[in-house]
């Protein structure tokens, strides 16, 4: 399957500081989403962005299908961003959605 | 609209205990999937299904089973449980209208633990 990778693994930040997460892909995707797991494990879809860019509130994901990466951007962070962030994507060929490790994040008042 | 839906919430099991984990979507979607995510990890796929009566292996398949009678319904049976065994489940669906896959969507996950 396709290798996964993200950085940074942790990230501590202060309340209304701003972030950047990354995403590298070992091969092409066809379909790449960026996922929150609450504290409570709970997986909360954030983003479907096989390519583009696209923003939701304070949140904002971009994907460069062609350089296989994506970016998540938090602006002004808050305590309830607290958690892990994951992508995953597929290959064409393939039904699963292939996991990196996560970013965990903190956010401290 | 439940979207996807998970029982148990949690369990604990012997070694060598069998038990069936429960999915249900109402989005009628075509495809689902079961996942399981091992502490500090990322998910793994264990058995997935394009639609009822059709069901594949995913990347960590042994020890689980699956069947899917209905479009909303795909079990996961586990039998005689391990220690190995011990993780979060997801459950997640997706449709896929041949031209490409779909937001996966997940359920609230089963958390399990074999002593």
């Known amino acids: 399957g396709i290798q996964v990778e993200q950085s940074p693994p942790d990230l501590i930040l202060q309340e209304g500081a701003n972030s950047t997460l990354r995403c590298n892909f070992s091969?092409?995707?066809?379909?790449l989403q960026w996922f929150h797991q609450n504290p409570w494990g709970q997986l909360i879809n954030l983003f479907y962005i096989p390519s583009g860019t696209k923003q939701n509130g304070r949140l904002s994901a971009t994907t460069v299908a062609t350089e296989r990466y994506s970016l998540l951007y938090i602006s002004s962070s808050q305590t309830t961003d607290s958690g892990v962030y994951f992508c995953a994507g597929n290959s064409n060929s393939g039904y699963a959605l292939n996991f990196g490790k996560g970013t965990s994040l903190l956010v401290t008042p | 609209n439940a979207g996807v839906t998970q029982t148990p919430k949690f369990r604990i099991l012997k070694i060598g205990q069998s038990m069936t984990l429960q999915c249900t979507q109402d989005m009628n979607h075509n495809y689902m999937y079961w996942y399981r995510q091992d502490p500090g990890m990322g998910l793994k796929l264990i058995y997935y299904?394009?639609?009822?009566?059709?069901?594949d292996k995913g990347e960590v398949p042994n020890g689980y089973n699956v069947s899917r009678s209905t479009t909303e319904d795909f079990p996961l049976r586990l039998e005689l449980a391990a220690p190995s065994q011990t993780s979060v489940y997801f459950c997640?669906?997706?449709?896929?209208?041949?031209?490409?896959?779909?937001?996966?969507?997940f359920g609230p996950g089963t958390r399990l633990l074999v002593l």
């Open positions: 299904s394009v639609g009822a009566g059709i069901t």
């Open positions: 091969d092409s995707v066809n379909n």
């Open positions: 997640a669906s997706s449709y896929s209208s041949g031209t490409g896959q779909e937001t996966q969507y």
